[in-house]
């Protein structure tokens, strides 16, 4: 892969197939947030001194948080290792049916729906929904699950959501960080609060730190 370059140093969910499915993905993302370090670091597949942004990056900037500390965020393919756990563990998806189905489901459901149907308006899950989306696009390309015209379908449905929506990525961010606390929060005992302040932290990592995609890539 060549080069990996480092920047920005600090403290750092399926289609309905049933209740079941849909309690159990989010017990485990909660378990796995619980026993992972937090991310600390930006990282680059190119020379961010000399970077020009283009169009194509920005599905890869607004998803920029599931490669802190393990793969560039500049090219379209994870971390191949944690690619996989993540789909299997977590989305239990192991076909590309599975993945076509959950991306779907986020795609023309997922959590914003179901809160809506529970009458739960507190907390948008919008922004939440779209960004993993283009998470599992960019997994299951990594995996050789989906081919990479399906995945930038998946990225222009997304980007054009999430722009239509929101008008900054702080604002953007702010979203996605609400939805993710409380869905993390839904699976533990511990306090919505605590999960936003380090979802938070990495985001102002990826909208202030000098070589953070969020302050390199423009919003439009």
């Not at 920029?64 to 393990?70: G, I, Q, S, V």
């Not at 960004?131 to 995996?143: E, S």
Request: charged share 25%; net charge negative; aromatic share 12%.
């Amino acid at each position: 892969m060549g080069s990996v370059w480092l920047a920005g140093r600090m403290e750092p969910w399926t289609i309905l197939l049933g209740g079941v499915l849909l309690l159990g993905a989010g017990y485990r993302l909660h378990r796995r947030s619980q026993t992972r370090r937090d991310r600390t670091v930006v990282r680059w597949a190119q020379d961010p001194r000399r970077y020009t942004p283009r169009p194509a990056d920005w599905p890869l900037a607004a998803s920029a948080m599931w490669t802190l500390d393990r793969s560039p965020w500049d090219e379209a393919r994870l971390d191949p290792d944690w690619a996989r756990e993540e789909l299997e563990s977590v989305w239990e998806i192991t076909d590309t049916q599975g993945l076509r189905d959950h991306v779907d489901w986020l795609r023309f459901s997922g959590h914003r729906v179901a809160a809506l149907r529970d009458d739960f308006t507190e907390v948008s899950f919008h922004a939440f929904d779209w960004l993993r989306l283009i998470m599992l696009a960019r997994a299951g390309v990594t995996v050789g699950l989906i081919s990479q015209e399906e995945m930038q379908v998946a990225f222009a449905d997304a980007q054009t959501a999430l722009q239509a929506r929101y008008h900054s990525w702080e604002e953007m961010g702010e979203a996605w960080a609400m939805g993710y606390a409380q869905h993390l929060a839904d699976y533990s005992d511990i306090p919505m609060t605590e999960y936003l302040n380090r979802i938070r932290a990495q985001n102002q990592m990826l909208l202030t730190a000098p070589r953070g995609p969020w302050a390199r890539v423009p919003w439009r």
